[in-house]
């Protein structure tokens, strides 16, 4: 025990170390080989269950005379109502108290207990169906007959309550009585399965008018499709065909636009079908795929396809299996009107079916579907749905006012101030060219080019009205054409082109100057290469040699070099005489003179060129090795006149060299490439070398005197 200091009055003067809970130590398990009898759950289990005690229960109680029974009839009512009084709202207690009441044979107290029930929840249409029972069950069919009648008075959507109410009357014989019991029943009118009862039931003792009658009934409580098919299949099962026939068509008059329309019109045709009326089936297949949207139809369409199968020509199974497919593609562009390759393969099949109406339509729902935003990428695949119907009118149908129709629509959809498309506004001119309309289709390209000038428009405008021979117009459009794009290479390019055809030389070299001195161009190598065949073709050799002598001012491409050179080299003078006819032919003697002149012009561009990548551009060591390369064959191909020698010492050696490949992430390896040492670097490189040498032996002597 601990010090009184350390006692804790709360714990009874007990130390804190006296109340700890010690546990005992774990052992330690030496051996942990397993056992050699080893214990199953089962076996646990099993001795467990043997080893459980019996279960009390309390001794039966024999009565053996009237106090006894008097006595116990006492006891059990009083537990009953005690029960009842805690909890009168539980119906399963009630039932239990009556049902014991009746065990003991005293229906009075039996019926009275049920009535009790039925005041405290009369809406429990199960404490009805037990006390009817109870009443069945002893025999008493008129109290019974009387507790049926209040539960459905009281409880008249209960169907079970009318259902065993009839199944009573019916097993006791009073079928008149069933009978006016189903009347009753029938004016709060219930569900199809209460009529069918009534039905059957008239069926069941062969009432086949009272039946029919019914039918009629039933059908105007429940106009339903499946509600009229069995009234046709009773009518078919009896063996009346006009009958069945005219339940049907009253049906299709009455339900055509039902949503399970689908289902009745199969089932029509199944009908005539089994009558061996195939035509009249195909009617109904036919008007029923008319009227019935493509959403529902599916089952139809496999009915469809199946009877023309077995009872159709070629061409039927044909028109079959289209709309077959039709459907799908119904289906496919109802759940994406925006999948325009739907659209197309839609199309086609109807083309293939050949339906003009049909396809007018189908082509009027496509393009009604426009794409949601006005950027071209949604418009690319969505304008061919225009072109195809345009054409299909134009070549198919040959309607020409609807094919204009067709092209005014698209145009007039296009967002021409986002973007355009040169191609309709190419096809619509070319269609009014080939209904010989040829102020139209100027109004149409005018209109173009007003609105969304395209380079297509300008090129094809300007070829229809070459091909017409209007000069005027042409060089009026590549004027337009010039203004809207003034740094376009081509059309400049070729608007001098086309003076030049018509033999305006000074307006052909007039727009290639004008054109060469736009600030911005879209390829200026291009419009100056046309320039210099130009003067080439010309034979103004002088000029030609500007062209490049302002080029060069420009760029001094390797490029540029080579072709001035080869310029130079081919630029004779003798065969350019526009008189060679009438004047004298050249001397061998002159043409060789002539030959030297041009070899040493090409020769000075080449020293100006070389030059310049000497001086300028050193770096550029690749292009200085490929001029002289260009040269040295220059020479070679000159013969006895060229001099191979004034390249030859020129000429760089080539040295393979490596060197690092640096990446975002440090060095990535070696690499190996070409470099150039040209003769007066290798004579630096010798000079830095010996001055290296002859410094290291001055400081070497200094270093001896010392």
Known sequence: MGSYKDADPALGYLTRKDTEVKLPRPTRVKNKTPAPVQITAEQILREARE?????????????????????????????????????????????????????????KRARSVWERALEVDYRNHTLWLKYAEVEMKNKFINHARNVWDRAVQLLPRVDQ????????????????????????????????????????????????????AIFERF?????????????????????????????????????????????????????????????????????????????????????????????????????????KRRFQYEDEVRKNPLNYDSWFDYIRLEESAGNKDRIREVYERAVANVPPAPEKR?????????????????????????????????????????????????????????????????????????????????????????QLANIDRCRKLYEKYLEWAPHNCYAWSKYAELEKSLGETERARALFELAISQLELDMPELLWKAYIDFELSEFEFDRTRQLYERLLDRTKHLKVWISYAKFEASAMVGGNDEDSDLAE??????????????????????????????????????????????WFNMEASFGDLGDISLVQSKLPKKLKKRRAIVTEDGPAGYEEYIDYLFPEESQTTNLKILEAAYKWKKQKVSSDED
């Open 219 to 323: 059908v105007q409580c429940h106009p339903k499709v499946a509600a009229w098919i069995r009234f046709a299949k009773f009518e078919m099962k009896n063996g009346d065909v006009a009958r069945a026939r005219n339940v049907y068509e009253r049906a299709v008059e009455k339900l055509a636009d039902d949503e399970e329309a689908e289902q009745l019109f199969v089932a029509f045709a199944e009908f005539e079908e089994r009558c061996k009326e195939t035509e009249r089936a195909r009617c109904i297949y036919k008007f029923a795929l008319d009227h019935i949207p493509k959403g529902r139809a599916e089952d139809l369409y496999k009915k469809f396809v199946s009877f023309e199968k077995q009872y159709g020509d070629r061409e039927g199974i044909e028109d079959a299996i289209v709309g």
């Open 585 to 630: 032919a050249p001397s061998e003697d002159d043409i060789i003179e002539e030959k030297k002149q041009c070899i040493e012009r090409a020769r000075r561009v080449f020293e100006k060129a070389l030059n310049y990548f000497r001086t300028s551009a050193p770096e550029l060591k690749e292009e200085r090795g490929m001029l002289l390369e260009e």
């Open 51 to 107: 080893r459980q005690e019996a279960e009390i229960r309390p001794p039966k109680q024999k009565i053996t005379d009237p106090s006894e029974l008097a006595d116990y009839r006492l006891r059990k009512r009083k537990e009953f109502e005690d029960l009842i009084r805690r909890v009168r709202w539980n119906v399963s207690v009630w039932i239990k108290y009556a049902q014991w009441e009746e065990s003991q044979k005293d229906f």
């Open 161 to 212: 309550l009318w259902y065993k109410y009839i199944h009573m009357e019916e097993m006791i014989g009073n079928v008149a009585g069933a009978r006016q019991i189903f009347e009753r029943w029938m004016t709060w009118m219930p569900d199809q399965q209460g009529w069918l009862s009534f039905i059957k039931f008239e069926l069941r003792y062969n009432e086949v008018e009272r039946a029919r």
């Open 378 to 466: 949604y418009w690319q695949r969505y304008i061919y749905l225009w072109i195809n119907y345009a054409l299909y009118e134009e070549l198919d149908t040959g309607d020409v006012e609807r094919t204009r129709d067709v092209y005014r629509e698209c145009l007039k959809l296009i967002p021409h101030e986002k973007f355009s498309f040169a191609k309709i506004w190419l096809l619509a001119a070319q269609f009014e060219i080939r209904q010989l309309n040829l102020t139209g289709a100027r109004q149409i390209l005018g209109t173009a080019i007003g609105k969304a000038p395209k380079d297509k428009i300008f090129k094809k405008y300007i070829e229809i009205e070459l």
